[in-house]
């Protein structure tokens, strides 16, 4: 009901007075504030939720990173020691060969030199 000690369509009941507001409820709140507070309200868990996620993939990705570049410098390493073993199988083999040639030479002298005595 209203009366000329109320203004019309209070939505205060009849016969109760308004609380003053404090000094706090008149300042106007900053807007960006504000923005923030009901964005961590909202998302904030989410946001957490997902920072950690994150977290666990990058400390994921990096062990593999690790153990990749582990496995390549081991590659390397048996790649470079079996360039060593083939080069120096490849010595022995050519030196063999020119041990043949040699000695292959010297019976060809022996032949020949027999039939001219």
């Known amino acids: 009901m209203d009366n000329e000690f ?6 205060h009941p009849e016969g109760e007075a308004m609380a003053p507001q404090s000094p706090e409820a008149t ?6 504030a504000v923005i923030e507070q009901v964005r961590e309200l909202l ?17 994921k990705l990096a062990a593999l990173t690790a153990t990749i570049e582990a496995r ?12 060593a073993e083939a080069d120096h199988a490849r ?15 010297e019976r ?8 001219q005595q």
Do not use: C, N, W, Y
Request: aromatic share 4%; proline share 6%; hydrophobic share 40%.
């Open 6 to 11: 109320m203004p019309p369509h209070s939505d």
């Open 43 to 59: 998302f904030g868990d989410h946001r957490r939720a997902t920072d950690g996620s994150i977290k666990s993939l990058e400390d």
């Open 72 to 83: 390549f410098a081991d590659l390397e390493r048996r790649l470079s020691e079996s360039r």
């Open 27 to 32: 300042v106007p709140l900053d807007a960006a």
């Open 91 to 105: 010595d022995g083999q050519v030196e063999a060969i020119g041990a043949a040639f040699a000695e292959l030479g």
């Open 108 to 115: 060809i002298k022996t032949m020949i030199v027999k039939p």
